[in-house]
């Protein structure tokens, strides 16, 4: 689906007459840090290479990628973004019958749309944080043939853990489970949740460069797959999906293990010194609820009578892009996404949503009284 994501900094500069870069985007759920300087450097010296045609399936940064995870080259393959990954599962696989796990990413429905399989969500509880019951997941599935699990979840920010998430595939070894782990280098210790390394037969796992490497535009994404799985997503690769600029990324990544992981850990050192900051602020001084989240970005539930779309014009009106998270399945204009950015960045937003909900309980005050 090209519509329904956030990001769209193009539409908001057009507004104010400014340029995107202008715009603070906290609906783009990308790392707060910005990209890896010498990443961008490597890059601006290696333009060059968008002269010539890329490697056609981009074998040798897929198997820089596969040796970085210690796994097997021939269970990898990339897309142009893992959203072409998602879009093509559905259809290689042949399946008749789809379980998302929501609220969610809305292409994982999109995707089954698009190839006629017939999808159905099953929306986790908010009286439970939105956090996964895999129970529930094994009834509403039996009899399903893929099931979508985002973890840790967009919007929500919620996760299941490895464990449970290994009992409930093998529980079900008829049917294929996609784990989406686009946003597990958010969290802490991701090596000890990460499926991309399981050998069950039935698990596909997705990975993006785009959020925790801050290049989106850049658009690359991995699936790992066991062979047989492999085989029917090679039917349907596509030539050159991943451009020179792209592979040239991902091999200078997969070969700068230690820069790559302190730019990592400084990510995670920041979330961990802001969100609670951010959070604590809005709980102390809205009636907003946040939920938490084990990664970048932050679901919150407006108060009463305040809706998505007010919020999103008054943060709008001030350059500030947020979520209006009113199009995810199971969520309504009572919620928003926010994704933290630097310091001063996010101290302005929270500042601008307490400024809103207090003139919003005055308001109410005024009518009661
Ligand atoms: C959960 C999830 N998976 C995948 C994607 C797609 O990422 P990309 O196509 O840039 O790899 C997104 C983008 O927002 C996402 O939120």
Known sequence: ?????????????????CRPSDICDMSANVNPLGPMPDLMDHLAENL??????????AGSMIAAFARQNAID???????????????????????RRAIVVGPTYADYHDACVMHGVACEHLICREADDFVPDTERIREAAAGADLVFLCNPNNPTGAMADREAITDLCRALPETVFVIDESYLPFVPQPETISMIRSELPNVLVLNSMSKAFRIPGLRI?????????????AAYALPWSVNSLAQAAVTWLMTHADAVDAFLSETRTLIAAEKPKAIARLHASTAIRCFPSATTFILMRLPAGLDAPTVWQQMADQRILVRDCANF????DAFIRISLKNLAE???????????CRRHENKGAAHAG
């Open 73 to 95: 080259p021939q269970t990898v393959m990339a897309g142009n973004g893992s959203t072409q990954l998602i879009y093509r599962i559905p259809r290689a696989l042949g399946s």
């Open 48 to 57: 060059p290479v968008i002269t010539a045609l890329p490697e056609v399936d």
């Open 1 to 17: 689906m090209i519509g329904g994501h956030g990001g769209n900094i193009y539409h908001l500069a057009r507004i104010h007459g």
């Open 346 to 356: 996010n101290q302005r937003a929270i500042d601008l949503l307490v400024d809103l």
């Open 221 to 233: 994404g991995f699936v790992k797959a066991p062979p047989p799985l492999m085989t029917k997503l």
């Open 329 to 332: 399945q199971g969520l309504s």
